[in-house]
């Protein structure tokens, strides 16, 4: 089953409305949670590294003032693009390393499919 | 840090025909190697890993992948792909004992024809 769940997993918001997505880890504490973009036919946009308890590490070219990331808890991390305008309009996908055991591989939210109208 | 690079933004092939999907990496620092895929409008989710031991590592949906050290490569293959293979495969790298961060390859879109 899912490690890790995203939520909502489609939104459709108004212009200049702002829209928060939670990225969950399920049976592992996640200290590091990681936040994507992905355009249509194109390969995942690292945005930010979200660190637990402190302030995320973004990526060269992200507005972090409009992509807000929350990692209060070692189970949820959040995303909120803030003032969202049409071409904010994305698929993004948050995901998280297992670093216990032999699990050591990344688990990855289902995605949402931001639609900015 | 590690860097990885797939050198096939797009793979044509026939159905029934055998594919190799290309992962190179580079690292200072012994490391784990994965590949991931992702469907349509989906998440990733593991195809296979390797992690140590036997270089050559099988995964679900009949895919397999080989550890290549002194070539720093860790290709994908299936010998006989399905219309369903169609898809993103990415490589990804990470270093042993510790570091979180995902090093993906930009993607190679695997696309099966009939």
């Known amino acids: 089953g899912a490690v890790v769940s995203q939520h909502p997993s489609r939104v459709i918001c108004k212009s200049g409305t702002s829209v928060k997505i939670e990225c969950r880890s399920l049976?592992?504490?996640?200290?590091?949670m990681f936040w994507y973009r992905q355009f249509p036919k194109k390969s995942l946009m690292l945005m930010a590294t979200?660190?637990?308890?402190?302030?995320?590490?973004?990526e060269q070219g992200v507005e972090k003032d409009k992509f807000l990331i929350n990692h209060a808890s070692l189970t949820l991390s959040t995303l909120t693009v803030t003032s969202a305008h049409p071409e904010d309009s994305s698929f993004y996908i948050c995901?998280?390393?297992?670093?216990?055991?032999?699990?050591?591989?990344?688990?990855f939210g289902q995605g949402t499919r931001l639609t900015v109208v | 840090a590690q860097s990885v690079t797939q050198l096939d933004s797009q793979v044509p092939v026939f159905e029934e025909a055998p594919v190799e999907l290309r992962c190179n990496y580079s690292?200072?620092?012994?490391?784990?190697l994965f590949w991931y895929v992702q469907y349509p409008n989906q998440g990733l989710q593991l195809l296979l890993k390797?992690?140590?031991?036997?270089?050559l590592v099988k995964g679900i949906n009949g895919f397999e992948a080989e550890f290549n050290k002194s070539q720093t490569s860790f290709h994908l293959r299936k010998p006989s792909v399905h219309i369903s293979d169609t898809a993103e495969y990415y490589c990804?790298?990470?270093?042993?004992?510790?570091?979180?961060?995902?090093?993906f390859g930009t993607g190679t879109q695997l696309k099966v024809e009939l």
């Open positions: 995901s998280a390393r297992a670093t216990s055991g032999a699990r050591t591989e990344a688990f």
């Open positions: 049976d592992f504490q996640a200290t590091t």
């Open positions: 979200s660190n637990e308890g402190s302030k995320a590490t973004y």
């Open positions: 690292s200072s620092v012994s490391v784990y």
């Open positions: 390797y992690l140590s031991g036997s270089t």
């Open positions: 990804d790298v990470s270093p042993r004992g510790g570091g979180n961060k995902l090093t």
